[in-house]
């Protein structure tokens, strides 16, 4: 096994860049020597509370090391302090190099003239493999004769794309297979191995996209109220926001890069604009691949980093989106409005029929697993164009309020007491935040009657929605679901009525519940 060194310190601008975050820096860097089957062998790295562009001697750092093959903090006191106590480090991990136990050197914004001297000197005279960021300290360092076989600035780089650079640069020298580690938690590099495609997951897009959405929802209930009628353009403003949100996610799941990755969904995201909610994930997807493929390729290629990041990020998300924007974004658009089409066909179709079979499905859906795949979509999509929905009012009534009834009966009227503990955090939850539908499940699991009347009053619930056409959002406090829907009346009726007639029913199965179970 190959071992390195890590030396620096948090520096000027790499402090801006993850240098303030020294054990997340040192983290990634041990996250791909693990993906590398690389070993570190020494780390002296000097963290300051201030970029060293405008430090003082007197200005608190901390000094990070390896003991027992764990990076943590030994020291922590001034500056002029930590320079004192680095004095004896430099010597041993230089006497380390002459020894032959180091391999090559990992540098950021070092001082190879005092703290690093007898290191970057030791590396020099066993010619090992240097690479590393921090223009001033990287000059000096290859005016010392060292081999520097990677070196770039800091600007427009990242803790990771650091890290990959790294150890990258040093794979390729030595020989040893090596694929980045992007997603993984250290020693693992599982998240690694797995394609683009299989990274693409529709539920990790649209979960995160939520508050986006509620957002938009929020502005168009606000901008109805006499007096706010001129919030209708920030609700247009932000209705073209969404397919950037859904891109920038998209682009940083697939190509998991983090900033640069984002930047290319935003550059992608705002050229998709006009593909809808479905062109925004479109672009993002195309923009995370991209993203990373340029970015191997420019690490393979030797670009410096500041450049890697710049092709990777500027042009993976540029030519993701005039794609889009030129030949993808009719199509997206097209396909978004097919769907929305259908919904709309079917509730004209028959809107007490449609509604009864949404509130009778979505339990199983839900329990199934597919809620968040397939129904949570489909309110994003209908919430895209008009800021609510008629499957997110039907979440709201035959979810929410069914579970809160159900908790409402077992704080009331639990068959022990025990379980009144468990239900009211629960109802709490679903009346004040209109979420943690999961707080019912042990009641409904342990009662077929309460389980099959939570399905039965969901799909009442949904019938009733369908016949007065009320539409709404979810996740939302239920006391203000109803001013955010489209018929404030009939949402509030209905949302009490199905939580009213589901928190009877459990009270009554609890109470037979009970009686079963006392002895003759």
């Known amino acids: ?25 040192l983290a990634e860097i041990g996250l791909q020597c693990d993906a590398a089957n690389i070993g570190i062998a020494a780390v002296q790295f000097i963290a300051a509370e ?32 930590v320079n004192s106590e680095v004095a004896a480090l430099d010597k041993a991990i230089a006497d380390q190099i002459r020894a032959g136990e180091i391999d090559g050197l990992v540098v950021m ?55 990959v650079s790294f150890i990258a640069s040093l794979a390729k020298f030595w020989g040893i297979k090596y694929r980045p580690n992007l997603g993984g938690a250290p020693g693992s590099t599982q998240a690694s191995g797995r394609s683009l495609l299989k990274r693409f997951n529709i ?20 901008s109805h109220i006499p007096g706010l009628e001129k919030l209708n353009d920030v609700f247009e403003i932000l209705l073209k926001g969404l397919p950037v949100l859904v891109a920038v996610l998209a682009a940083k799941q697939i190509s998991e890069l983090d900033e640069v990755s984002i930047v290319a969904g935003i550059i992608a995201g705002v050229l998709s604009v006009e593909g809808g909610l479905i062109g925004g994930i479109v672009g993002g997807v195309m923009a995370g691949v991209l993203v990373r493929y340029l970015f ?92 609510v929905s008629f499957l997110g009012a039907v979440d709201m009534v035959g979810l929410v309020m069914v579970a809160a009834g159900i908790n409402l009966a077992n704080v009331i009227a639990p068959r022990e007491r025990s379980e009144a503990a468990v239900a009211t955090p629960g109802l709490m939850i679903n009346l004040g935040f209109g979420t943690f539908v999961e707080s019912a499940y042990p009641f409904m699991f342990a009662n077929k009657i309460v389980f099959f009347s939570a399905v039965l009053y969901s799909g009442l619930g949904g019938m009733l929605l369908g016949y007065f056409n009320v539409k709404g959002i979810a996740y939302v406090p239920a006391f203000v679901s ?8 009939y949402m509030a009726a209905v949302m009490f009525g199905v939580m009213i007639l589901t928190c009877i029913t459990t009270v009554i199965a609890n109470r037979f519940k009970a009686v079963a179970r006392q002895p003759a």
């Open 50 to 81: 201030a970029s060293m562009d405008a430090i003082k001697l007197s200005t608190p750092a901390t000094l990070y090391t390896l003991n027992a093959e764990v990076i943590t903090r030994t020291f922590t006191g001034t500056l002029a302090e």
């Open 109 to 163: 914004s070092a001082d190879p003239v005092n703290a690093n001297q007898q290191v970057v000197a030791a590396a020099a005279e066993m010619h090992i493999p240097v690479v590393g960021t921090g223009g001033t300290s990287m000059a000096l360092i290859s005016a010392r004769l060292a081999n520097v076989i990677a070196t770039s600035g800091t600007t427009g780089t990242t803790s990771r794309t650091r890290a």
């Open 296 to 387: 191997e390729l420019c690490l393979n290629w030797r670009f410096p980093m500041t450049t890697v990041n710049i092709v990777a990020g500027g042009i993976a998300g540029l030519a993701a989106g005039l794609v889009m924007h030129y030949l993808l974004s009719p199509l997206a658009l097209m396909a978004g409005d097919s769907i929305k089409l259908a919904l709309s066909s079917v509730l004209e179709f028959s809107p007490a029929l449609a509604g009864l079979l949404a509130g009778l499905v979505i339990w199983p859906a839900i329990l199934g697993g597919v809620y968040h795949a397939v129904i949570l979509p489909l309110v994003l999509l209908e919430m895209e164009k008009s800021g």
């Open 482 to 489: 109803p001013f955010m829907s489209n018929s404030a009346i």
């Open 203 to 222: 539920r990790g897009i649209m979960i995160p996209a939520l508050p986006g959405f509620i957002a938009m929802a929020l502005v168009l209930a606000a």
């Open 1 to 25: 096994m190959k071992k390195i060194a890590i030396i620096g310190s948090s520096g000027g601008n790499l402090f801006n860049l993850g240098g303030a975050d020294p054990e997340k820096l």
